[in-house]
Every structure is written in structure tokens, then in C-alpha cells.
């Protein structure tokens, strides 16, 4: 089992900047990603972020040129930094897990982010 747990979130006006970060603990030898899911009231779930296996990462085109992920291997950690900030990013942001080709998800509970003047 992978236990995720994120952190950083919060209210920020629009135009601000937050950094969402991910811990990962347990058998984190079973996973070699982690990315970034939101959910907006009365949305579907939605990808942010995530790595691909060729190295690359699919960010949402919602977001292109104003989020960034980034992970530091040896802290088992994956950070959002979110820039230019719009009432429309309003969501709770989940911290996903997994390991590519294998049927393996890992999800955390989330962190509400709420972009509002």
C-alpha cells in the first residue's frame, strides 16, 4: 500500500500563486509516477499533471504555462506550483499515484484550493 498525502492548498486571489506538495509513504517501490487530479463542485475529476512513461507530462490546456510539477525522488515527493491563478482552478486538487502498465492507482484525500477577490 502507498499512503498519499498532499498539502498546500488554501484561498488565494486571482492572479496569485500557490505549491501544492504530495508525500508518498509505504511501498513506494510499487510506483514510478505521480501526478495531479482536480475535481470542480458538480465536475468530473480532471487531469492536471501527470508524467508520462516517455518522460514527458500531459498538463490540462487549462493549465499550460501556468502550472508546473516537479518531484523530488528522494523525498518521495511531487509538488504543483501553480501560477496566474483564476477563479476557474477553484477545485480540490487530489495527488494521484500509479505505476505504468500495471492496474496500480493510488489516491490522497485531497486539498481544497479556492481562487476568489
Known amino acids: 500500500q502507498v499512503q498519499l498525502v498532499e498539502s498546500g492548498g488554501g484561498l488565494v486571489q486571482p492572479g496569485g500563486s500557490l505549491r501544492l506538495s504530495c508525500a508518498a509513504s509505504?511501498?513506494?517501490?510499487?510506483?514510478?509516477?505521480m501526478g495531479w487530479y482536480r475535481q470542480a463542485p458538480g465536475k468530473e475529476r480532471e487531469l492536471v499533471a501527470v508524467?508520462?512513461?516517455?518522460?514527458?507530462?500531459n498538463y490540462a490546456d487549462s493549465v499550460k504555462g501556468r502550472f508546473t510539477i516537479s518531484r523530488d525522488n528522494a523525498k518521495g515527493t511531487v509538488y504543483l506550483q501553480m501560477n496566474s491563478l483564476k477563479p476557474e482552478d477553484t477545485a480540490v486538487y487530489y495527488c494521484?499515484?500509479?505505476?505504468?502498465?500495471?492496474?496500480?492507482?493510488?489516491w490522497g484525500q485531497g486539498t481544497q484550493v479556492t481562487v476568489s477577490s
Open positions: 494521484y499515484a500509479g505505476a505504468y502498465g500495471l492496474s496500480i492507482h493510488y
Open positions: 508524467p508520462t512513461a516517455g518522460g514527458a507530462t
Open positions: 509505504g511501498s513506494i517501490s510499487s510506483i514510478n509516477f
